[in-house]
């Protein structure tokens, strides 16, 4: 055995292929809606959380209707949870507490849990287009 090890690389499935290419359109503003809004939101979930989510799309545009155009596409336990992350993001925006806090931080934990259902959506979308 020489200096160094060098460990094979698994080959790149057309699977993740396609996933790094959507992933690649969205970050040129390219991908079409609903999966323009779904990629966002799963996206900023995974990196900070409903709160920050909500923030901002508040600087963007009205976080109500986001949130229904968001709903509309999620199954019944992202939708509800989305739903119940907002309703306490209201009011935490009138009045900041740690109990309100924390709720989110729970809807946050269900979004974890149930992360596969997006990530299928988003996939079975990569799956349809063709890598160039």
């Known amino acids: 055995m020489g200096l160094f090890s060098f460990k094979k690389k698994e080959p790149v499935t057309e699977e993740q292929k396609r996933w790094d290419f959507l992933w690649e359109l969205w970050r040129l503003e390219e991908v079409p809606s609903p999966y ?8 900023e979930i995974k990196k900070e959380g409903h709160t920050r989510f909500f923030i901002n799309i508040a600087f963007c545009g009205e976080v109500e209707k986001a949130v229904e155009k968001i709903g ?14 907002y309703s306490h993001y209201v009011i935490l925006v009138n009045e ?37």
């Open 96 to 132: 900041e507490n740690e109990e309100t806090e924390k709720k989110i931080e729970e809807c946050d934990a269900v979004f974890d849990e149930n992360e596969k259902l997006i990530v299928d959506i988003i996939q079975e979308y990569a799956n349809t287009l063709e890598v160039y």
């Open 36 to 43: 323009n809004i779904l990629m966002t939101y799963y996206k």
């Open 72 to 85: 509309n596409e999620l199954p019944d336990i992202l939708r509800e949870n989305l739903k119940t992350a």
